[in-house]
């Protein structure tokens, strides 16, 4: 399954799941054979835009994701995510997280555009978008499998700049006001504030998490739990060794998730994605 951010261009983002569909329908059949239609059908999960959240004004930070959330069901999502209008400042207050979730509940259960499967198709508008935009996906891939895949792809750092390419036009777009951005380059307010409640976290909560760990560790049989180790670091080391069963009796005999992160890194080293340009 597939996880896809929902960004501010209503049609556009339609097109994008329409165009999604079809073509992993195309790849399922013609490049890996498959067989069973249901293998053909795409599953996504949808998030609105975060980087689409504006600290200005934040309250019109509700309709982007309202809009975006739409967006993202009309174009037949099977899952959605809400963002809160409050995270360019901090985590979502218990408020703004609700009122995130009754935005799609109210999309859902009073709308009624879920009750119809591709509700767009047929539009000359939507259906020529589509085409566009799945004609500049298939670009993308014969890109990559020229380039030995997306393995190969990434370690040249295609992706890398085609990312950071975008984000820098969109940026350069709204810095030069050839792209409006409500509150924040247009219908601005000259006194305005952020006049919001914020999360505070008290940093208690996080000594009682750590508290909590050690009295977690404290209880396990240590002797267990060291071989649980020393058998996911085994497989580890070994390249055509399956990690997930040692890692589940790990888990069994109480390893943290933290400890098996540490063998990880500890093992394999961490990514750090160089930068590209």
């Not at 952020?194 to 209880?219: C, G, M, Y």
């Amino acid at each position: 399954s597939f996880f896809w951010d929902v960004h501010n261009d209503f049609f556009e983002e339609i097109a994008k799941f329409r165009a999604g569909r079809r073509m992993w329908a195309k790849i399922m059949r013609e490049r890996f054979g498959a067989k069973n239609p249901k293998s053909w059908l795409l599953r996504t999960h949808a998030q609105t835009a975060g980087v689409s959240l504006m600290a200005q004004q934040p309250m019109n930070n509700v309709i982007r994701t309202t809009m975006q959330a739409l967006a993202a069901v009309l174009g037949g999502t099977q899952s959605l995510h809400t963002n809160s209008y409050d995270e360019t400042y901090a985590l979502p207050t218990e408020a703004a997280a609700e009122l995130a979730l009754r935005t799609q509940q109210v999309i859902f259960e009073e709308t009624n555009v879920a009750a119809v499967a591709d509700p767009l198709a047929g539009s000359y508008f939507i259906e020529t978008l589509t085409d566009q935009v799945e004609a500049a996906a298939w670009e993308y891939i014969k890109k990559i499998d020229a380039m030995g895949g997306v393995v190969k792809a990434v370690e040249a750092g295609y992706p890398q700049r085609e990312i950071s390419r975008s984000a820098f036009e969109y940026q350069r777009d709204i810095d030069a006001h050839r792209r409006a951005i409500v509150g924040v380059n247009k219908y601005k307010n000259a006194d305005e504030g952020d006049n919001i409640p914020t999360l505070k976290i008290d940093h208690e909560a996080e000594q009682n998490q750590i508290d909590k760990v050690v009295a977690f560790r404290s209880k396990r049989d240590p002797a267990a739990a060291e071989r649980a180790l020393a058998a996911v670091r085994s497989a580890l080391k070994d390249d055509k060794q399956n990690v997930m069963p040692p890692i589940l009796d790990a888990v069994k005999v109480h390893v943290t998730l933290g400890e098996i992160c540490d063998l990880f890194r500890s093992e394999l080293g961490e990514y750090r994605d160089p930068a590209y340009l």
